[in-house]
């Protein structure tokens, strides 16, 4: 994986409804969830909005990411600017629903990066380039990653049965 920048940092125990705040929750459409993605926090939301911020572009979160409820909004709203999210921990429906539709995620139990850090990501270790640390990536079961890498559930299923077509 190439080098990605970490465009914002957060800690611990980020909840869905600071990633999708629940006022929106009449937007379902993975097409228009993403304007949604960080509504509270005005910067990181309109630099979203405005694309300055590169596909593959890092969050580097603490423990708990997604944490809260089950709103599936919180992953597509993420996904729909396809950023990659390094966190320490994911919340258990989180993870579910992010895998789900294909959001690119690491856990990184020890991850240290600070926003501008660059990041060196592969399947078993992060490198920040920034600082020169090195951490070891937890892998996700290989059924969750082939998930993941079709992206998501529908297309994986969808290549699944016509494998078996033929």
Request: glycine share 8%; aromatic share 6%.
């Amino acid at each position: 994986m190439a080098n990605r920048k970490v465009v914002l940092k957060l800690g611990d125990d980020v909840s869905t409804d600071i990633i999708y705040p629940g006022r929106f929750m009449a937007t379902v459409l993975p097409a228009e969830t993403p304007q949604f993605a960080f509504a509270d926090n005005a910067e990181f939301n309109g630099k979203l909005k405005a694309k300055a911020v590169p596909a593959g572009s890092v969050i580097a979160a603490g423990d708990n990411f997604g944490c809260g409820s089950s709103r599936e909004q919180a992953a597509s709203c993420l996904k729909g600017h396809e950023l990659v999210i390094v966190a320490r921990h994911f919340g258990r429906i989180f993870l579910q629903n992010a895998i789900n539709i294909g959001l690119n995620m690491v856990i990184c139990p020890e991850i240290e990066a600070e926003e501008g850090d660059e990041l060196e990501i592969s399947a078993e270790k992060v490198v920040n380039q920034t600082s020169g640390k090195s951490f070891k990536a937890a892998p996700l079961p290989k059924a969750r990653q082939a998930i993941i890498d079709a992206g998501g559930l529908i297309p994986y299923t969808r290549e699944l049965l016509m494998s078996q077509k033929t």
